[in-house]
């Protein structure tokens, strides 16, 4: 078991471009999370699947973003148009549906918008 | 809605001294509360939890105690070592477990 993967670790990318993230879960875990931590602030939920079902999205997730599990493995979470304001860490965490609700974190992705 | 209300740090403390770093919440329901701790250059990995009223979360030398009458989940830990420099995060996970809400996190300097 090798823990929450993320990809890429950084992403620099100038404004208005298109970006797009993965995660691959810890193998099994059927319920995915999408987190946003900026600096000096704990992580926002973003988004939740259970397995390839998305079944929350929080009202920061903008109609520029969209987070996808289409297998029920890995996860993508794709920002169009990116905006200044997207700079952030983007984290990804799973966790089986039989666990107390305590999460597995990836590293993240850190994206900066210039 | 929900929130997660912390010490603000940083919070600076030399070695062997005794720690407390506040946390309480509001929610409805009866939510599972956590602590979950960075390393610097380190994912977020959870540190203790607790799933009900009266119990105590316990790990590494740290405990917290899920007090609902005081909607508190305070850590302690009784001698802090340098190796316990870390950002600390209160959170907590409401009933269904679909979504998990942070505090803002309180960053520990621990002096030799």
């Known amino acids: 078991d090798t823990g929450v993967s993320q990809d890429p670790r950084h992403k620099i990318t100038k404004r208005g471009q298109n970006v797009t993230f993965r995660c691959d879960p810890i193998?099994?875990?059927?319920?995915l999370y999408w987190y946003r931590q900026t600096l000096g602030q704990g992580p926002e939920f973003l988004t939740y699947?259970?397995?390839?079902?998305?079944?929350?999205k929080s009202r920061l997730l903008s109609d520029r973003f969209s987070a996808e599990r289409p297998k029920g493995s890995f996860s993508t979470l794709e920002i169009q148009r990116t905006e200044q304001g997207d700079s952030a860490m983007y984290l990804c965490?799973?966790?089986?549906?039989?666990?107390?609700?305590?999460?597995?974190f990836g590293p993240g992705t850190r994206l900066t918008v210039t | 809605g929900d929130s997660v209300t912390q010490m603000e740090g940083p919070v600076t403390l030399s070695e062997e001294a005794f720690l407390t770093i506040n946390c309480t919440y509001t929610?409805?329901?009866?939510?599972?509360l956590f602590w979950y701790v960075q390393y610097p250059g380190e994912g977020l990995q959870l540190l203790l939890k607790?799933?009900?009223?009266?119990d105590k979360g316990s790990n590494k030398g740290f405990e917290a105690t899920y007090r609902k009458e005081t909607t508190s989940f305070h850590l302690e830990k009784g001698s802090v070592q340098v190796s316990d420099s870390a950002v600390y995060f209160c959170?907590?996970?409401?009933?269904?477990?679909?979504?998990?809400?942070f505090g803002a996190g309180t960053r520990l300097f621990v002096k030799a």
């Open positions: 193998s099994e875990h059927n319920r």
């Open positions: 929610a409805t329901g009866y939510p599972s």
């Open positions: 959170a907590l996970s409401d009933p269904g477990g679909f979504k998990t809400i």
């Open positions: 965490a799973s966790t089986p549906t039989s666990a107390t609700y305590e999460q597995y």
């Open positions: 607790a799933t009900k009223a009266d």
């Open positions: 699947f259970q397995n390839e079902a998305q079944l929350e």
